[in-house]
């Protein structure tokens, strides 16, 4: 069966995510020692975890779990700037509205928890809470970098196949990535769950991107880290899948879910796709 297409995951696919947000608040929490004595270790983990604890606990989550949004993408995203051609979700906007006092509330906690002296003789911990916020968000864009070998493999399928990204996620936030990583120049077409209203594991975002390419579903591959997320849906939607094994990305159980090929890294992928 011929390969017309490879269709990619974003984050953690092609670029490093999940690492860099965490390299993000070490900076932070190492900043905030270096000029406010906190304890820095302890300082980050606060900020993790409320991070993860108040998005949980807020009026977003339902929405940012079907879509795909993450805890750590809400400190940095604007969930505002859309694309004009493409009418923006409507739940976006509380989305927008939320984001700054969930990532003040961040901070005050953990500056709270784990501020130590930085507090003595203050009224509160809401200015500094404010500094942390708009520091980390500058320097998670400075953390933003390519998976090793990304855009060599790009630039080996392209012309060959086409290529498509299929990224869960906030419209703005992911064509952000998209550019900073420098990436559009690589992709026929992109769907973002966002823009498109549907998130991965759903067939129709993977059906949608088909559609975009000119491609069938049977001739297009999907490539991902994500178990639950990227094979579950291409086999949802009637797709070969290549999955990226690597570790903290299974997002499903191995034993269940089942690429068609597996491998570690993206420099295995050519020789991947010719046993497929």
Same mark, same amino acid.
Request: hydrophobic letters at 40%; proline letters at 5%; charged letters at 25%.
């Given at each position: 069966?011929p390969i017309?297409?490879?269709?990619?995951?974003?984050?953690?696919?092609?670029?490093?995510?999940?690492?860099?947000?965490?390299?993000?608040?070490?900076?932070?929490?190492?900043?905030?020692?270096?000029?406010?004595?906190?304890?820095?270790?302890?300082?980050?983990?606060?900020?993790?975890?409320?991070?993860?604890? @108040?998005?949980?606990?807020?009026?977003?989550?339902?929405?940012?779990?079907?879509?795909?949004?993450?805890?750590?993408?809400?400190?940095?995203?604007?969930?505002?700037? !859309?694309?004009?051609?493409?009418?923006?979700?409507?739940?976006?906007?509380?989305?927008?509205?939320?984001?700054?006092?969930?990532?003040?509330?961040?901070?005050?906690?953990?500056?709270?928890?784990?501020?130590?002296? #930085? /507090?003595?003789?203050?009224? *509160?911990?809401?200015?500094?809470? #404010?500094? @942390?916020?708009?520091? $980390?968000?500058?320097?998670?864009?400075?953390? /933003?970098?390519?998976?090793?070998?990304?855009? !060599?493999?790009?630039?080996? #399928?392209?012309?060959?196949?086409? @290529? *498509?990204? /299929?990224?869960?996620?906030?419209?703005? @936030?992911?064509?952000?990535?998209?550019?900073?990583? !420098?990436?559009?120049?690589?992709?026929?077409?992109?769907? +973002?769950?966002?823009?498109?209203?549907? *998130?991965?594991?759903?067939?129709?975002?993977?059906? $949608?991107?088909?559609?975009?390419?000119?491609?069938?579903?049977?001739?297009?591959?999907?490539? *991902?880290?994500?178990?639950?997320?990227?094979?579950?849906?291409a086999q949802?939607?009637?797709?070969?899948?290549? $999955?990226?094994?690597?570790p903290g990305?299974?997002?499903?159980?191995?034993?269940? +879910?089942?690429?068609?090929?597996?491998?570690?890294? #993206?420099?295995?992928?050519?020789?991947?796709?010719?046993?497929?």
């Amino acid at each position: 069966m011929p390969i017309d297409a490879v269709f990619f995951d974003l984050d953690d696919t092609l670029i490093v995510d999940e690492a860099a947000s965490r390299a993000t608040f070490a900076a932070v929490a190492q900043e905030t020692f270096e000029n406010d004595k906190v304890r820095a270790g302890r300082f980050q983990e606060a900020a993790m975890e409320l991070a993860e604890d @108040l998005f949980r606990e807020g009026p977003c989550y339902a929405y940012c779990k079907e879509i795909g949004i993450s805890a750590f993408e809400i400190m940095w995203g604007t969930f505002k700037d !859309e694309r004009p051609a493409i009418e923006p979700d409507p739940r976006l906007a509380p989305l927008h509205k939320w984001r700054l006092p969930y990532r003040q509330e961040v901070w005050e906690q953990a500056l709270l928890r784990e501020g130590g002296d #930085l /507090l003595a003789g203050q009224s *509160g911990p809401q200015i500094k809470a #404010l500094q @942390l916020s708009d520091r $980390w968000a500058q320097l998670r864009a400075e953390h /933003l970098r390519d998976m090793a070998g990304a855009k !060599e493999l790009l630039a080996r #399928l392209r012309g060959n196949v086409k @290529l *498509g990204l /299929l990224t869960n996620g906030s419209p703005s @936030l992911q064509r952000t990535k998209i550019q900073l990583a !420098e990436l559009d120049p690589y992709f026929d077409a992109v769907a +973002i769950s966002g823009e498109v209203r549907i *998130g991965k594991p759903r067939p129709g975002i993977f059906i $949608w991107l088909c559609e975009q390419c000119g491609v069938e579903a049977e001739n297009a591959v999907m490539v *991902g880290n994500s178990l639950g997320r990227d094979i579950k849906g291409a086999q949802n939607a009637g797709m070969r899948s290549v $999955w990226i094994d690597v570790p903290g990305a299974h997002g499903g159980d191995p034993a269940l +879910i089942q690429g068609d090929a597996t491998i570690g890294q #993206l420099g295995e992928l050519i020789e991947a796709l010719k046993t497929i």
